[in-house]
Every structure is written in structure tokens, then in C-alpha cells.
């Protein structure tokens, strides 16, 4: 069971906007900023998407935004396009680890 | 440009030692923490451990500790993980990920190598 807790599922049709929510604790999520977002197409390596819960790294495109609030995160992808299909991660700073947690992973289907 | 290239894919037996490698270019090796995480067939990402190849300050994840060793050699830019005795369990795709010092997240990724263990 994964530390922080995502649906295993979200689907939207082109052009729409969904959001992913993970949801942890006060340890984590809740306590620090520093909740990431990975996305992962099928056999290729995490890309990070999101950092510092609102973040978003050179290139990545603007329709992927974060945010949080209390123990829970979300990441929100607006204009859904096909390419957008994937898993998505979220992961988090803990005070109970040396090392940050994922959450379980949420699979996104373009309609 | 940053890179992580990691090694290829490896069958071994149960039982068998295993060492994988990732080699970093195009950014100070010794500035950058490295880790390791594990997917295993279907499912999610886990954290294994991380090394800082500046001083080889090793941190493991609980789950790890113990399972498997990190380090690193700085002459050639490159991070390792390696088995003692493999487990079927060990089946799984290894990431290496480049993540700054002071930083909470992975902003560089290797390719990935596969890593499965049957008799």
C-alpha cells in the first residue's frame, strides 16, 4: 500500500480539463511544500511535470498546473490532448523517511 | 545537455550476483544527488535509495536496506546498484534519477534497465 493515495483511474475527452488528486498527511503532503508530479507513457522512463507542489520545469506545457490544499495535492491538465495519455505520480516530502514516497499511481485515458 | 545512461538488460538466476550502472554526463557529478527506484511489472515507483557521489553519503529506504548496495564512482561519472543474491522478487525496471541538492524531486531520469531474475 502506497503512502500517498491517488484514483486509479481519471478519463476526460480532448479539450476537456480533469485533475488527479493525492492525498496524504500532515507528514507529508500537509507539512511541506514539496509535492512532484511525474508523468510516465507505457515503457518509458517518469518525466517530472510539476515540483514544489505549483512548479513547472522548462518545457513542460502550462495546460499541467498543482496545487494543495491540507493533506491533499492535485494536478490539473487542461485542453486534455491524446498525448496526454498516461500514469501519473505524485510524490512528497516525508518526515517519517529519508527518502520521498510516491503515491500509487493514476492511469489517465483520453476518450 | 543532462544525461543518465544506464546499462542494458540482464537475465540472471536466482541465487547470482548483479551490479547495473548509470552514468551521468553534462552536469557537475559530484554536486547532484543520484537515487534508484524500482517499478516492478505493473506497478508504481518506489525509492530504493540515493547517493551523493561528493562525499558517497548513501541513504536507503527502509524497504532496502540491507537488499542492496549504492555507490558510486566519481573518476568516471558513474552511480551503481548492485544484488549479492538475487530473488525472483527482484524482477523489475531500475530508474536512476538526478535530484539537486536541497531538492525534494527527480528532475532527470535514466532509460531504465530491466532486471529479471527467473530459474
Known amino acids: 500500500q502506497s503512502a500517498l493515495t491517488q484514483p486509479a483511474s481519471v478519463s476526460g475527452s480532448p479539450g476537456q480539463s480533469i485533475t488527479i488528486s493525492c492525498t496524504g498527511t500532515?507528514?507529508?503532503?500537509?507539512?511541506?511544500?514539496?509535492v512532484s508530479w511525474y508523468q510516465q507513457h507505457p515503457g518509458k522512463a517518469p518525466k517530472l511535470m510539476i515540483y514544489?507542489?505549483?512548479n513547472r520545469p522548462s518545457g513542460v506545457s502550462n495546460r499541467f498546473s498543482g496545487s494543495k490544499s491540507g493533506n491533499t495535492a492535485s494536478l490539473t491538465i487542461s485542453g486534455l490532448q491524446a498525448e496526454d495519455e498516461a500514469d501519473y505520480y505524485c510524490?512528497?516530502?516525508?518526515?517519517?523517511?529519508?527518502?520521498?514516497?510516491f503515491g500509487g499511481g493514476t492511469k489517465l485515458t483520453v476518450l | 545537455e543532462v544525461q543518465l545512461v544506464q546499462s542494458g538488460a540482464e537475465v540472471k538466476k536466482p541465487g547470482e550476483s548483479l551490479k547495473i550502472s548509470c552514468k551521468g554526463s553534462?552536469?557537475?557529478?559530484?554536486?547532484?544527488?543520484i537515487g534508484w527506484v524500482r517499478q516492478m511489472p505493473g506497478k508504481g515507483l518506489e525509492w530504493m535509495g540515493i547517493i551523493y557521489p561528493g562525499d558517497s553519503d548513501t541513504r536507503y529506504s527502509p524497504s532496502f536496506q540491507g537488499q542492496v548496495t549504492i555507490s558510486a564512482d566519481k573518476s568516471i561519472s558513474t552511480a551503481y546498484l548492485q544484488w549479492s543474491s538475487l530473488k525472483a522478487s527482484d524482477t523489475a525496471m531500475y530508474y536512476c534519477?538526478?535530484?539537486?541538492?536541497?531538492?525534494?524531486?527527480?528532475?532527470?531520469w535514466g532509460q531504465g534497465t530491466l532486471v529479471t531474475v527467473s530459474s
Open positions: 514544489d507542489v505549483s
Open positions: 510524490s512528497s516530502y516525508t518526515s517519517s523517511s529519508t527518502l520521498e514516497v
Open positions: 553534462g552536469y557537475s557529478f559530484t554536486s547532484y544527488w
Open positions: 534519477a538526478l535530484r539537486g541538492s536541497g531538492s525534494y524531486f527527480a528532475d532527470y
Open positions: 500532515s507528514s507529508d503532503v500537509g507539512g511541506y511544500n514539496y
